[in-house]
């Protein structure tokens, strides 16, 4: 006599919810994050020109209180580079921990939300800090990432959970 093994997989498999994107916040999905690549683009390009206006101030002050000898070499450059890093990184995490928008967003109508649809708590706004410090450093590609990524978030939006909406 043959034995038959009955495995039931009701018992061991949840239930799938195909209605699971009705219960998300329109922002959280990929077409609405898609309508923002552009007004999102536009708000990091306000966002350095606003860093860089300020770090020409300090290069400016620095290269006139600099000996009359001075000389722009690569050492010099190098750390004028690593300094405008220093001040954009700062400038972004700083504004999220505060305001949860930059400037730029801020004259674009953006913000960045939590997928409850709050603002963001401190734990969230250095994570999103951390995910601007990853995206900066390899030549900006976690921002790039936005335009390949399918749900169009760069890896500051990944790394902590964020979405940004319009206001």
Known sequence: MK???IISIQESQAELDFEEA?????FTLPEYQRQLLAPRIAAGFIDLAIAAAIFS???VTTYL???EDFTLDRR????YGVSYFALVTIY????????SQTPGMKFRGLIVSTTEDAPLDPKR???RGFGYLISILPLLLGFIWMLIDPE???WADKVSGTYIKKI
């Open 92 to 99: 972004f995490f700083l504004f999220m921990l505060t305001a």
């Open 125 to 127: 706004a250095c994570l």
């Open 57 to 59: 101030i300090f290069v």
């Open 76 to 79: 010099v450059l190098g750390v």
């Open 3 to 5: 034995r038959r093994t």
């Open 22 to 26: 009705e219960h998300s916040p329109p």
């Open 152 to 154: 169009h978030l760069t």
């Open 65 to 67: 209180e600099g000996p």
